[in-house]
């Protein structure tokens, strides 16, 4: 059986050191989990990412250290809200309508799960206030707890419905898009903590936590694991 060949952007257009730093942990996971990680640059034209894009099985939208332009859902900027990274939007757009045209599977992760929802006409919550330290990062293994909707894609993949995370942000999905619906909460808070899309046919899941930063645990290399598979039984 063919290995699925899982499309990736770099994490960021401008912050070359973030990127180059953070992308070997996706194409690690996505190698764990069963699968070809093909890097999607964001300096081509988009005809030749879409040459890449089409040539792929399904798509990973990681982590970035920008924050969607919050003129994609009509709000008002934040003081706190980063800088948007257009490149890395065009892609991640190009990726995404590409995917759902021709139903290919989606992991987002993180600031993945947040472009996929404005993506589909949802919206941002631009700064979380919390006694919850969603913003942890790599300072602590585990950020908080995740509640997770038994009656889920999520809750099938990693067998249980209370999952400990780890956590590196400071937006969350508001209003969710179209074609989605919320499958995990951070208990103390209520924070949406991840995203499945709605159609049975269609893997879609993103997750606001960083699986690739643990894949010495089973559900973070399940996550991956789950991705690879929709993607070789949707090109069968």
Not at 122 to 148: F, Y
Not at 193 to 218: C, I, N, Y
Request: glycine share 6%.
């Amino acid at each position: 059986m063919r290995i699925p060949r899982i499309a990736i952007p770099m994490p960021h257009s401008t912050d070359i050191e973030y990127a180059e730093r953070a992308i070997p942990q996706y194409e690690r996971a996505i190698e764990i989990g069963g699968g070809l990680p093909i890097r999607i640059p964001l300096d081509q034209t988009p005809e030749e990412v879409m040459k890449l894009i089409e040539s792929c099985d399904a798509v990973v939208l990681p982590g970035s250290g920008a924050d969607v332009d919050p003129a994609k859902y009509d709000a008002p900027r934040h003081p706190k809200t980063e800088d948007a990274d257009a490149k890395r939007d065009t892609v991640d757009e190009l990726l995404l309508q590409d995917a759902y045209n021709m139903r290919k599977p989606i992991l987002g992760i993180c600031y993945g799960l947040q472009i996929l929802n404005v993506y589909r006409s949802g919206t941002l919550l631009q700064d979380i206030e919390s006694p919850v330290n969603h913003a942890a990062g790599r300072k602590i293994p585990i950020a908080h707890s995740v509640e997770i909707e038994p009656e889920s894609r999520l809750s099938e993949i990693v067998h249980g419905i209370n999952l400990p995370v780890n956590s590196s942000h400071h937006q969350a999905a508001d209003l969710i898009g179209d074609g989605l619906r919320v499958v995990a909460r951070c208990p103390q808070d209520g924070i949406v903590e991840a995203l499945e899309g709605t159609s049975p046919d269609h893997f879609v899941l993103a997750v606001q936590w960083h699986p690739e930063r643990s894949m010495d645990d089973a559900n973070s290399r399940a996550l991956f694991r789950a991705l690879t598979q929709a993607a070789q039984t949707n090109s069968s």
